[in-house]
């Protein structure tokens, strides 16, 4: 079951597209780290794809690899880029950013170790540097996303009728 919150406006009014979007004054630390995030998997993603073949050697990392996951990377960056540039952040968009980060850390993770692709121990450090950076990302992003939902909480006024015992409450 999904729970949707709304947020009121300055007119006192709630409208269904005010659902889920969180306050601009509210979001910066997410916005930020949205963009940073966002601008630092763009830089990423044109290094495997410039330096596909000179790192593939020294990484055992293939061309038939790298280049995929480098244009994932500038797909994901300019995801982010979006997201981050909305006036307000939708928090469905922030969790989904987390969750994508922390899942693509676990896949850099397991493809380290599986040994799907014959990998150098160069190349294992590379991808294990690669999730610690994606999980760190979602850990801040996380952090972020609960302090400003937080804060949203806390800045909206409680309505008359809407307390424990109440049918709005339910």
Same mark, same amino acid.
């Given at each position: ?11 006192? @009014?709630?409208?269904?597209?005010? @659902? ?18 966002? =601008? ?8 495997? !794809?410039?330096?596909?073949? /000179? ?9 038939? =690899? ?12 300019? $995801? ?21 980060? $922390?899942?693509?850390?676990?896949? !850099? ?10 990998? @150098?121990? =160069? ?7 690669? $999730?610690?950076?994606v999980v760190t990302y ?7 996303l609960r302090r400003a ?10 309505r008359a009728g809407a307390? /424990? ?6």
């Amino acid at each position: 079951m999904t729970s949707v919150t709304s947020v009121t406006s300055v007119t006192g @009014t709630t409208s269904a597209t005010d @659902t889920d979007r969180l306050p601009a004054a509210e979001d910066g630390a997410l916005r930020t780290i949205l963009r940073i995030d966002g =601008w630092s998997t763009a830089a990423f993603g044109a290094v495997l !794809l410039a330096a596909a073949a /000179p790192l593939s050697g020294p990484l055992g990392l293939p061309t038939a =690899w790298s280049v995929p996951f480098g244009v994932a990377m500038f797909g994901g960056a300019a $995801a982010l880029n979006l997201i981050a540039g909305y006036p307000r952040i939708r928090a469905r968009h922030a969790a989904l950013v987390v969750a994508g980060n $922390a899942l693509s850390g676990a896949l !850099l993770i397991l493809i380290a170790f599986s040994g799907v692709i014959g990998l @150098t121990a =160069w190349g294992v450090a590379f991808l294990l540097v690669g $999730a610690a950076v994606v999980v760190t990302y979602a850990a801040l992003e996380l952090r972020a996303l609960r302090r400003a939902r937080a804060a949203n909480a806390l800045a909206r006024p409680v309505r008359a009728g809407a307390g /424990p015992g109440s049918r709005r409450a339910r």
